[in-house]
Nanobody, 128 residues
Framework: QVQLVESGGGLVQAGGSLRLSCVASGRTFNSYAMGWFRQAPGKEREFVAAISWLNGDNTYYVDSVKGRFTISRDNAKNMVYLQMNSLQPEDTAVYYC????????????????????WGQGTQVTVSS
């Protein structure tokens, strides 16, 4: 059983920054791609960003966050991060990290069904 725990959410003004963190249990963290998703009130969950396994050489972002968000990983700490800059009110949502496919390089083509473990989420609220 894999456990994912997110942290780092909070309230920030438009234009501000936050860094979300997600720690994973288990000893095979570096074998899996990782992703971030979000769900705003009254909306469906949407993909935000993903990073490939091991070295994280491949990343992929939803168009709305490209150039503002950066996903990264630290395998020594079993951590994945989401640096969010230039936050806007439309970024307000609960953010979830999730484990992706094993040995997945092409994270841009990974279906959501491939993400098999999810954290409990962390709230991000951006005020205007």
């Amino acid at each position: 059983q894999v456990q994912l725990v997110e942290s780092g959410g909070g309230l920030v003004q438009a234009g501000g920054s936050l860094r979300l963190s997600c720690v994973a249990s288990g000893r095979t963290f570096n074998s899996y791609a990782m992703g971030w998703f979000r769900q705003a009130p009254g909306k469906e969950r949407e993909f935000v960003a993903a990073i490939s396994w091991l070295n994280g050489d491949n990343t992929y972002y939803v168009d709305s966050v490209k150039g503002r968000f950066t996903i990264s990983r630290d395998n020594a700490k079993n951590m994945v991060y989401l640096q969010m800059n230039s936050l806007q009110p439309e970024d307000t949502a609960v953010y979830y990290c999730a484990r992706g496919g094993k040995y997945r390089d092409s994270v841009g083509s990974a279906p959501e069904s491939e993400y098999d473990y999810w954290g409990q989420g962390t709230q991000v609220t951006v005020s205007s």
